[in-house]
């Protein structure tokens, strides 16, 4: 659930423009501010992807984004984007001249860019970190909750919740030749 004003989900609704803004971490601790004066015209995109590429239950939807910036006045050619956290939001102007932002994910950039007059920047959200062979110490017979718990722990996940629709589920034995993104999957297929 996105927390927003009614006015802003008026405004979207009928079409009104929005804008982009980021919070950039660089991994040497540098924090940029972007603006949509930042960003060239479109400059940004999300795309959603799932493991298959189709939408079922218990599917796992990664989010990327493409951010295009622009730096004809090499304001952004001394940073490096390199494994940066971005906080990408949605901008809309109120009806007081207050923009309100609503956070739309948190992206790490998992590919270099060079600087140049334009630089283009993808990043990831977290799903990606699931991405990488399931070795889990969790003991089977196991719940779908330790199963969880202990795939995010080990990918450095924030679970988020605490329960779940049948978290008490018991799984029997250990999936094998997999990844911890699929795990993730078939937990949520089973959880319903």
Known sequence: MINASSEFKKKINSGSFFANY???ILRDGTELDLTPADFM???????????DGKFGVGFTAGKTINMTLANF???????DFYNAIIYLYVGVMLDSGNVEKVR???YYVIKPTTPG????????????LFDRPYKA????????????SDCCLDCGVNI???EFNNWNFVVDEKPEDCTYRQVVSWVAQ???
């Open 22 to 24: 980021a919070d950039v």
């Open 73 to 79: 006045d090499e304001r952004f050619s001394s940073y």
């Open 41 to 51: 015209l479109n400059g940004c995109t999300v795309n959603d992807k799932t493991t």
């Open 137 to 148: 110490k969790t003991a089977y017979p196991a719940t779908l909750q330790n199963i969880l």
């Open 190 to 192: 089973i959880a319903g």
């Open 117 to 128: 007059d334009v630089i283009n920047i993808s990043g990831s959200d977290s799903m990606h």
């Open 104 to 106: 739309k994910g948190k």
């Open 160 to 162: 988020g919740f605490e």
